[in-house]
Every structure is written in structure tokens, then in C-alpha cells.
């Protein structure tokens, strides 16, 4: 297993959802303030979606954007402590194509399933 490899593919996703989740938090102060001075109606708006559920998409998807820089945190800390590439629950490897695939993943294909 390229361990050098799988901390750049680390860094580097983690950087891509810092900005992300920089993004999408615009996004939401952006929808929240337009809401603020609007009179619209949007509840009853048979055009497209409300601004309730752009408001939910956008924090919705923040949430998932730091839950995933928390578990490359998690896997970053396994490479420092040379157990990445484990699986947590059985301690058997972990597949090189599932690290490939999922480079944060935590458990085997067995136990993920």
C-alpha cells in the first residue's frame, strides 16, 4: 500500500471540502438574507422549489461536507499511527480498491456490509 499516496489523496479531498463547505456557507447566508427582505410567497409557489428547501439542501449538504473532513481526520490520524488500511471492527485489511475508492474508509467490504 502507497501510504505517501493515500495521505496526498487525504490532503487533498480534505482541502477540496474545506472550500466546499466555504461555499456552501456563503450559499445559505446568501439564501437567509435574501429571505429576510423578501415578501415573497414561495410556500405556494408552483414554479420550483421553496426557500425552505434550498435553506435544508445547502445545510443539509454542510453538515455532510464536515462529517467527511472528520473522518479524513480519522484516517489521517490512523496513517500517523500506522494502523490505516485496518479495518476497525475486525482488524483485517482493508482492499486496496476500496482505499482507492473510499481513501477514509474505516472497515473492510465484510464489515461494511
Do not use: W
Not at 31 to 41: P, Y
Amino acid at each position: 500500500m502507497d501510504l505517501d499516496g493515500a495521505r496526498q489523496r487525504l490532503i487533498h479531498e480534505r482541502a477540496a471540502l474545506l472550500a466546499m463547505g466555504h461555499d456552501l456557507a456563503t450559499s445559505f447566508d446568501d439564501i437567509v438574507a435574501a429571505a429576510k427582505d423578501s415578501n415573497l410567497d414561495d410556500e405556494h409557489d408552483p414554479e420550483g422549489s421553496t426557500i425552505a428547501v434550498d435553506r435544508s439542501l445547502v445545510s443539509s449538504l454542510g453538515r455532510a461536507t464536515v462529517d467527511r473532513i472528520e473522518q479524513i481526520d480519522k484516517a489521517l490520524a490512523r496513517l500517523d499511527a500506522g494502523t490505516y488500511g485496518r479495518c476497525l471492527r475486525c482488524g483485517a485489511p482493508i482492499g486496496g480498491g476500496r482505499l482507492a475508492a473510499r481513501p477514509a474508509a474505516q472497515t473492510c467490504i465484510g464489515c461494511a456490509e
